[in-house]
């Protein structure tokens, strides 16, 4: 502790002329020439961001899904993802699926239900991640789309953090969320069984990234324009 | 910890006291500074910077960053990846969603030196590497080659998931040129260029960049060489010059033949001037007086030039329908005045001059009252024309329904009488009937001379000297129809009546000689359909008009043989009709002129035959005023 404030105070006296130089805040200036950038990017450019973050995972995932569909599942036993006990392990969030009840939820609402679709898919994604490698003939790019889905989601989760600061002042969200406990990872389950709890996952996953998109979208829209989003 | 504390005390204690003591040489390093930090899939990042003078000791060079929402200092954790003087940021340290604080510290045994922070989005700095196997190949498009340029992004940007957009630009020049020709290509991964030099080597190169960021490093150069595709050209030029030659000849040989027509047409020959009679040599010798002797001719009536006399223009259009079309220029006085008028006036035919139109008639009559000038016309025109007496006949005048045609009569014979009248009556008929007269000119064949003898006995007439005489009937129509009808079809050109000159003299009997053109004015048509003649004359005055009455004769009328009858003034006295079935009373045949309005025969001659009328025949001109005597009326 000593030494800390020692260190602390010498670089403070080492530092003394540059105290002032940091903290003067610079003009946002979106020329990419330049090094210089405003200290902090702006909400709204946050939000595209994120935006274009959840349209990317949804677009992969879906890719995702047809991928090993046309693989795995033999044509009658597709589309029936909610059949056989499989449901969605987000089934039970709290998180509105009609139209009208989405249009009720407000602001902070919205980006608490994303930032809650996003953690409770990080695990079970890196789940399949494991699952999918001890598959026998899956193909690669089905391999690098999901880790690439779980990679990026962990990103947005930053992001929908950091929006979350932002647009609510609200300190970081912990992710206090418990482990539905769908998950169970231990269970081996026959081969079919296994694939269609895989097709289910990677479904549901579809539909929640679609979901986290829409709400994010609903949410640009109401920045613009208050009154006419649908 | 006390000593490691006592040394770290020391050492910064050291550092203190060179910071401010004045070495030989050495000193704290100078500042560095952050020179860019790219990105090339913005998923890691790298940043270099520029070191500035160490001091003259070694240096060492730290870089410390903060993110956007925390306070936290880190430390690079990558130094080597980058190169000198980098630090690179994976995956993991590399966030997209907050900015980054990075600054740049010196550090050397007397101090350090801290660079001026910089923020970083990672968004922003996003600069790809090179696009990746550029292939550059040659596609024969008909002959005409063309290069076929493809290639792949780079591997890490992850332009698949569409996490990064590409925009590509292509480049490429002559391997001897300088000047590179750039082409922006988009998004796509080909692109085609055409347009070739035959046999030249060019050299292709490929750069991209992402939506905000930028332009990557031009990739490796593919030089590509295009095959000779001239060679078939050649012959095609062969081909065109060759046809072209033989154009040309076409050509020139086409203008040779006609080069004389060209000629005509591009340098068209001044005309010279042509006048009948007028000998050049003559006028250039400078004796232009004989040179317009020259001109004369021997019918023109030169005395009457002199004299000034109102020589009306006797403009006759005559009209056949079927067999020739006359048409009557001016006479054979030829009067500027005569011309002005006739051009002054509107005519109801197409431009030739009649006396269609009223003011021509009134002129006449203007002339006719202050003869002697051919500016009489002039004065004619400013004229009250209403105040004009028109001799012409009669209210039985011509009638539009005469027959269609057109009919000219002599605009002397229509000349307005002269002002010292006797019926005032008369003249605003006159008029009248000078118009409907003009009028039915135009309508009535030409054929028909209207030549009125005028009972009054009036001044002489002034005899058109023309080449027809019209007559125009009156009212009677259905009994002239026939007669009219019939001298119609005749040419009238063959009668002529003479025009005598406005005598000076009115009261003279006398007329002028056989070549004087005196105009004979219609004075009017009476109810017998007899044309009443009055000469026109200068000084026209009732005196004048009695004591020449004698000299006009009335036609009676046209008998089947197309010739006009024109009555002696004896006989006119006594109203005698003027058709075949009409007849004067009382008035015997026996004075009858007979004008003959047939072809053949030009001259007109009297019936029975006054003999001297045929002795006044001469060219086919009568002088009427000679040879009959104007009724007194």
Redesign the interface.
Known sequence: MHTRVLHQSLWALLLWPHLFAVSAPLDCRDDPASLARCPSISQEKLLDRVIHHAELIYRVSEESCSLFEEMFIPLPLRLQTNQGGYACITKSLPIPSSKSEIQQLSDKWLLHSVLLLVQSWIEPLVYLQMTLDRYDHAPDMLLNKTKWVSEKLISLEQGVVVLMKKMLDEGTMTTAYSEQGAFQYDVQLDILESIMRDYTLLTCFKKDAHKMETFLKLLKCRQTDKYNCA | ?MK??GG??LF?LL??FTLYARGKSYSVPGKPT?T??RSPEKETFTCWWEPSSDGGLPTTYKLYYRK??SDVEYECQDYRTGGKNSCFFN?NYT?????Y?I?IVAINAL??T?S??????V???VEPNPPENLNVTIQNDKGWPFLRASWDPPKKA?TR???ITLIYELRIKLEEEDEWEIRDVGQQKVFNIYGLQSEGTYVVQIRCRPD???WSEWSADVQVKVPNYLRRNRSTWIMIIVFSAVVFLILSWLLHINSRNLKHCLLPPVPGPKIKGFDKKLHKSGKSLDAFKSLDVPDFPHHTFSKSEDLLVEFIEVYVPEEQELMLEKSNDLHDGCLKSESSVSDCDSGRGSCDSHTLLLDKSGQQTDTQDSQIDEQRLGEDLQDEKLSYAHQDMVSPDMSAGRVKTWPSVFSPLPQNRSTSADQASSLEMAKQHCLSDSLLPSEFLTSYHSLSGHGTRDHLGSNYWEFNFGNKRPNLTQPQTEARHQAHSEINIFTTGVKAEPTALKFPTPRSSDYVEVQRVNEEDSIVLRPVGSNYDKHFEIQQGEEYSRVKGVDSDNVLLLLQKEAMEEEMDMCPCEQLSGTTEAHYTKFSTSPEKPTAYTHPTPQPLEERVVNGYVDTATMFTMPPY
């Open positions: 910890m490691n504390d770290v005390i910064w550092l203190l952050l860019r930090c956007e929402d995956k966030s997209i969603w907050v900015n604080n600054t101090g350090q801290f001026d922070p910089v923020d970083i989005d968004y922003y700095i992850d998931s569409g996490w905000h960021g930028f």
